[in-house]
């Protein structure tokens, strides 16, 4: 058998599809399979592997996140408090602050934060007021029954 030329290289090329593979005659005369891709010169695709590659060192510089978590607290009676937490372990608890702290840090991080809490306060204050109109006709009717007495 003689070693084909390169027109019947071409032909046999043209005759065989792409995917499938061949035989071939090595030099030593012993029949070697290979595909199409790696008869053309093409390398074969490797196998992709999970993960990152070893020994590649990333140029992205890698962004350190911090998370804390804020909690603010309030009760119809107006007393506020905050409490501090930075993953499982408490920083703060139960630290008493004022509905005005409250009020100018809801409005310093972001709209959306400030308008709930605005709303809440308005509530708190309401019923605040609500009290302190009961507590001022109690203590009319308290002055009119001092007044009767004397």
């Known amino acids: 058998m003689t070693a084909p030329t390169p027109d019947t290289a071409a032909a ?14 090595a030099a030593d005369g012993t029949p070697v399979t290979f595909s199409e891709a790696a008869a ?9 592997k999970r993960g990152r590659p070893k020994g590649s060192t990333s140029t992205a510089r890698t962004t350190r996140v911090v998370e804390l978590t804020l909690t603010v607290s309030g009760s119809a009676d107006g007393e506020w408090q905050a409490e501090l937490k930075r993953g499982a372990s408490w920083l703060a608890r139960g630290l008493p602050v004022s509905v005005g702290a409250v009020l100018k840090a809801a409005a ?7 308008g709930p809490i605005e709303e809440v306060v308005a509530e708190a204050r309401a019923v605040r007021e609500a009290k302190v109109a009961e507590l001022e006709a109690q203590l ?10 004397e």
């Open 108 to 114: 310093e991080l972001h709209p959306e934060i400030s």
């Open 12 to 25: 046999l090329d043209s005759a065989v599809p792409a995917d499938t593979a061949r035989p071939a005659v």
């Open 140 to 149: 009319e009717q308290a002055k009119k029954a001092l007044a009767e007495l």
């Open 40 to 48: 053309t010169g093409e390398p074969s695709p490797e196998k992709r």
